[in-house]
């Protein structure tokens, strides 16, 4: 930014920088073309969505190949949110992702549509209030007739929640269990510093039977080393290494060989 609203183009990218002024309703973009013909293309919003560290707010409205393949984005208000309402496919714009929202602004229902309007399925989005936020509860697909397209449901649960196997307020809010559409189930347990100490996976056995082979994890920490290690049920441990800024530099596993990263 060179005080005026300008902006230099930093000398290791290759490519062009577009601005269009905004006539009536429409409002100013930018865009930027890489050497490969791919470009975004940027909107200014007149409102900052309620972020006040981000007035005028800045929204992607388009994004595309070389050859016109790509998508643009619509937004719920075309003044000032940040909640994106529709992603259309830029060469047939029937074909898309039309999401919406609850009262408290997360996301509640994902829907797809093909071309000429056929609607082939929708996701579905639950939450809870636990103190004063919010947790997803739930994910569910419920298709439309397509072949082959099954209902599908995720289930969260989190300490804290009603009905919670523990109700202490030293773990509210963290996950207690995950449960996939096939039925494996996965339960986590605390430290009372909110830690992770296990974590237990319960998998159907095949066949139609209401068996389930559990597998338990644990997690211990040497936070004086940036050391956390993980031991499986068969008692095989890793351990990860981390810097000062908490940053993965390293992994050493029980068999002998370290992988480092820089």
């Known amino acids: 930014d060179a005080g005026q609203s300008e902006y230099s183009l930093p000398a290791d990218l290759r490519g062009t920088l577009g601005y269009q002024a905004g006539t009536g309703a429409t409002a100013d973009t930018w865009s930027y073309t890489s050497r490969d013909g791919a470009s975004v293309k940027f909107e200014e919003a007149t409102g900052n969505a309620g972020h006040d560290d981000r007035a005028p707010l800045g929204r992607l409205v388009a994004k595309e190949d070389l050859n016109g393949n790509g998508v643009s984005i619509s937004y719920v208000s ?41 609607v082939p399925g929708s996701w579905t989005y639950g939450y809870t209030a636990i103190g004063s936020n919010r947790h997803l509860t739930s994910v569910t697909h419920a298709p439309t007739g397509v072949v082959g397209d ?94 000062e800024e908490g940053l993965l530099e390293g992994v050493l596993h029980e068999d002998g060989p370290i992988s480092r990263i820089e």
């Open 150 to 243: 099954a209902s599908v449901a995720y289930t969260y649960a989190y300490y804290g929640q009603t009905g919670s196997a523990s109700m202490s307020t030293a773990f509210a809010g963290l996950l207690e269990s995950a449960e996939m559409p096939n039925g494996d189930l996965t339960e986590f347990e605390y430290y009372p510093n909110r830690r992770l100490f296990a974590t237990t996976e319960y998998s159907v056995v095949p066949g139609g039977t209401d068996e389930t082979v559990a597998h338990t994890s644990t997690q211990t920490y040497n936070l004086f080393r940036g050391r956390t290690t993980a031991t499986d049920s068969k008692g095989t441990s890793t351990t990860m290494a981390f810097n």
């Open 78 to 118: 075309s003044t000032s949110s940040d909640r994106i309402s529709d992603v259309s496919d830029i060469r047939n714009a029937g074909r898309k992702l039309t999401f919406g929202y609850d009262g408290n602004g997360q996301i509640q229902t994902i829907t797809k549509q093909h071309t000429g309007g056929s």
